[in-house]
């Protein structure tokens, strides 16, 4: 069982080269439809198995057709991880569509949208308190 450390730092290492791929490396067409960047990977403790999180930004169609073409390209992925990367085992890769993107702008949107629809907060006017009326002359 690898550590804490060592497991956090090859998932940055695979997190870096992964996205190298998506830029260079995956010639299949269906990944270049939707603009897609890696936001995580989770590594297990034994280093046996990646998930690759991507943010994909475009239409559902074009969603649907990014992750049937990442998920066509895990094996040069992964051979691919495994030239780069020096480790005793590649692990096995799985690519998953992560919303949490979405999910902001959609929070962030209603928020926007309550703060729109308030009405304006009842204001006292500086007419009815005088400061002077505290002290007597």
């Keep these: 069982m690898a550590t804490t450390r060592r497991v956090s730092r090859v998932a940055e290492l695979i997190k870096r080269e992964v996205s190298q791929m998506l830029l260079s490396g995956i010639k299949d067409d269906r990944v270049g439809t939707g603009m897609v960047s ?11 198995h990646a998930k690759i ?5 475009g239409t559902d169609e074009a969603k649907a057709e990014t992750m049937a073409g990442l998920k066509s390209a895990t094996g040069y ?13 590649t692990p096995e890769v ?15 949107s209603l928020l926007n949208q309550i703060q729109n629809n308030r009405p304006p907060e009842n204001q006292a006017s500086d007419d009815s308190t005088d400061e002077d009326d505290d ?3």
């Excluded at 799985?94 to 962030?108: A, P, T, Y």
């Design 38 to 48: 890696v936001t995580d990977v989770d590594v297990s403790g034994d280093l046996q």
């Design 135 to 137: 002290f007597p002359d």
């Design 94 to 108: 799985v690519f998953v569509e992560d919303r949490s993107i979405e999910r902001g702008n959609k929070v962030l």
């Design 53 to 57: 999180y991507v943010s994909i930004y």
């Design 77 to 89: 992925v992964r051979s691919e991880l495994g030239a780069r990367v020096r480790l005793r085992r």
